[in-house]
């Protein structure tokens, strides 16, 4: 299986402040990689899928970024409704599909 | 909108079978090239991909799971289920169904359900 590891683990941030969140595979998975935002009681929502590009209706202070081994999730001015669990997933050819064990985003 | 909505068990005793149905509302289970796809989340393990399925009927599953996951298709009521056999506590676990879309070949999952909390317990 591939493992996917996020640092780090938890942060602490203010509105305003500019998030950066690290994955990085066990192998190459080329740009397969997505991130996922995820508030308590909810289901995950998708972010960003193949490394970079934004899903419908996500804003434009969340991108991504990297390819093979290393990517990175960036939130430019953290957002009050930013505040939750960011996960990364790869989707590189053979299953599993495994996820980070998450980077939770918490208020400073 | 399209929305996806598990329902089942929400206790189940150890050895026994979870079974669990994921209805599609909105549109229809068969339109575009998606799999259905099940994962959980639980404390211990995080988030796990269980499995997926297409409307045609082919599966792949996560090999840790393989010999006690079983899912299908029912086109005609617009689910998709799961059954895990021989369940212990570790199965213990959030189930979430998703759609598992695809852009060029770019796969991801776009759509959730809201996720169905099973225990396992006596």
């Known amino acids: ?108 | 909108q399209v929305e996806l909505q598990e329902s089942g068990p929400g206790l189940v005793k150890p050895s026994q079978t979870l079974s669990l149905t994921c209805t599609v509302s909105g549109g229809s289970i068969s339109s575009g090239s998606y799999y259905w796809s099940w994962i959980r989340q639980s404390a211990g393990k995080g988030l796990e991909w269980i499995g997926h399925i297409d409307t045609s009927g082919s599966t792949n599953y996560n090999p840790s799971l393989k010999s006690r996951v079983t899912i299908s298709v029912d086109t005609s009521k617009n689910q998709f289920s799961l059954k895990l056999t021989s369940v212990t506590a570790p199965d213990t676990a959030v189930y979430f169904c998703a759609r598992d879309s695809n852009n060029w070949s770019s796969y991801y999952f776009d759509l959730w359900g809201r996720g169905t909390l099973v225990t396992v317990s006596s």
Not at chain 1, 54 to 78: A, E, K, N
Request: with cysteine; aromatic share 12%; charged share 15%.
């Open chain 1, 1 to 108: 299986d591939i493992q996917m590891t996020q640092s780090p683990s938890s942060l602490s941030a203010s509105v305003g402040d500019r998030v950066t969140i690290t994955c990085r595979a066990s192998q190459s998975i080329s740009y397969y990689l997505n991130w996922y935002q995820q508030t308590p009681g909810r289901a995950p929502k998708l972010l960003i899928y193949a490394a970079s590009t934004l899903q419908s209706g996500v804003p434009s202070r969340f991108s991504g970024s990297g390819s093979g081994t290393d990517f990175t999730l960036t939130i430019s001015s953290l957002q009050p409704e930013d505040f939750a669990t960011y996960y990364c997933q790869q989707r590189y050819a053979i299953p599993p599909y495994t996820f980070g064990q998450g980077t939770k985003v918490e208020i400073k």
